[in-house]
């Protein structure tokens, strides 16, 4: 099981630190039933990828055991900024029969906490994210961790997060901050909840 050094994927101030433990407190409020919880936004750079990362960093320093999932598939962002090592295997790997789970999950020095990065970029990401060894995955996951957060693609550009949403019990959005218009917020928080999931909230970045 490769190892990632998170301290070289994060570096916040003490502002945001203080943000994101209230973030992670705000979350664990909402009960012991929300375990698996999705991010998205309704447009591309609005944040997302960092926010879901760092949460799954506070929640892991809290003492929580925590797999983070980066399930955006055609353009991570986690793999690009990173820069992380070609040679480590991802979620596409999993999902198309190439490699076991146990060969696709990192552990970091962060303790409890866990990475599955996105692999990489397959011709068919909709139709790997659809098929039973995902929703498998995360049932099984659900049973082992504490919380497992889901990096996905923003919802208003690919179906990627609808497929995805019917296996979360919770979605966040992300949103920039004198980004979106309400109404498509609304559109957005439309679509998601048709998918049978819960849209507990929202966070403002880059404010």
């Known amino acids: 099981m490769p190892t990632v050094n998170i301290e070289r994927l994060r570096k916040l101030d003490y502002r945001c630190n203080e943000a994101y433990k209230t973030l992670r407190t705000n979350i664990q409020l909402c009960g012991s039933d ?3 919880i999705m991010f998205t936004s309704s447009t591309p750079n609005e944040g997302k990828s960092s926010v879901s990362f760092n949460l799954a960093v ?3 320093e809290s003492g929580k055991k925590v797999i ?5 598939l055609r353009k991570s962002v986690l793999v690009g900024r990173y820069k992380i090592n070609k040679a480590i295997k991802g979620l596409t ?3 198309s029969g190439m ?3 146990e060969e696709v999950i990192c552990t970091t020095n962060v303790d409890n906490l866990y990475v599955v990065f996105s692999g990489i970029v397959p011709p068919n990401p909709s139709e790997l994210l659809a098929n039973n060894s995902f929703d498998a ?3 099984a996951l659900r049973d082992t961790y504490d919380y497992v957060i889901i990096d996905t693609p923003p919802i208003g550009i690919v179906r990627d997060t609808e497929i995805l949403a019917g296996t979360a019990e919770a979605v966040i959005l992300s949103v920039k901050q004198s980004g979106e218009k309400a109404a498509v917020l609304n559109d957005v928080t439309d679509l998601l909840e048709e998918t049978g999931t819960t849209v507990i909230g929202g966070v403002i970045n880059m404010a």
């Open 34 to 36: 929300m375990k698996v």
């Open 58 to 60: 506070s929640l892991a």
């Open 68 to 72: 983070f999932i980066d399930a955006d």
């Open 93 to 95: 790997h999993f999902l």
């Open 99 to 101: 490699n076991k789970f």
């Open 137 to 139: 995955l995360v049932k």
